[in-house]
T-cell receptor, first 115, second 116 residues
């Protein structure tokens, strides 16, 4: 158990819909990272938040947005869903804002299926 | 920008045999390298990391990796594998450049299949 909690674990929805994925980082960790894992794209970095502020953006679509709240939990919002958005979405946390100074602790992921 | 190439998508090996999972990276700046493991239906877990110092890095579960700057490689090795090592292995890279702060770039992954 990494200490990172993601909900829901599984989600099935239809095209055009909107979903919210939630992540609670390990106690004391200030950074939250979101990654998307799919068969064709592999593990893609989406976005990084540190202590409530956006730190870095990766290949995140405009239809996707995220935020980190004062209690440090984070939400990833996916809207106007398309079939290609079906993937496993991982949240990871770390103590600092610099990944090189510590490891990332990953949650078990939220599997999104868009029908 | 950095990139990572894992040269083998699948590596089948018999139990107690040695294994090497290959990883090459590309970067114009100094890099920091990681190997993560993903067991079925679980998140990723850090195996080992290279930040600086000795180029031979030892990790958990008997794994080790060697950083080779001239070859731009960071291959993962284990002298004797167990059935429980069956998993997906990811090589990852990052750097201290401001644009990369907090971002790990992952390879496509290598599936290690340990057969009895």
């Amino acid at each position: 158990d990494s200490g990172v909690t993601q909900t829901p674990k599984h989600l099935i929805t239809a095209t055009g819909q909107r979903v919210t994925l939630r992540c609670s980082p390990r106690s004391g960790d200030l950074s939250v990272y979101w990654y998307q894992q799919s068969l064709d794209q592999g593990l893609q970095f989406l976005i990084h938040y540190y202590n409530g502020e956006e730190r870095a953006k990766g290949n995140i679509l405009e239809r996707f947005s995220a935020q980190q709240f004062p209690d440090l939990h984070s939400e990833l919002n996916l809207s106007s869903l398309e079939l290609g958005d079906s993937a496993l979405y991982f949240c990871a946390s770390s103590v600092t804002g610099l990944v090189v100074t510590g490891e990332l602790f990953f949650g078990e992921g939220s599997r999104l299926t868009v029908l | 920008a950095q990139s990572v190439t894992q040269l083998d998508s699948q590596v089948p090996v018999f139990e107690e045999a040695p294994v090497e999972l290959r990883c090459n990276y590309s970067s114009s700046v100094s890099v920091y390298l990681f190997w993560y493991v993903q067991y079925p239906n679980q998140g990723l877990q850090l195996l080992l990391k290279y930040l600086s110092g000795s180029t031979l890095v030892k990790g958990i579960n008997g794994f080790e990796a060697e950083f080779n700057k001239s070859q731009t490689s960071f291959h993962l090795r284990k002298p004797s594998v167990h059935i429980s090592d069956t998993a997906e292995y990811f090589c990852a890279v990052t750097s201290l450049s401001p644009s990369n702060t907090g971002k790990l770039i992952f390879g496509q992954g290598t599936t290690l299949q340990v057969k009895p």
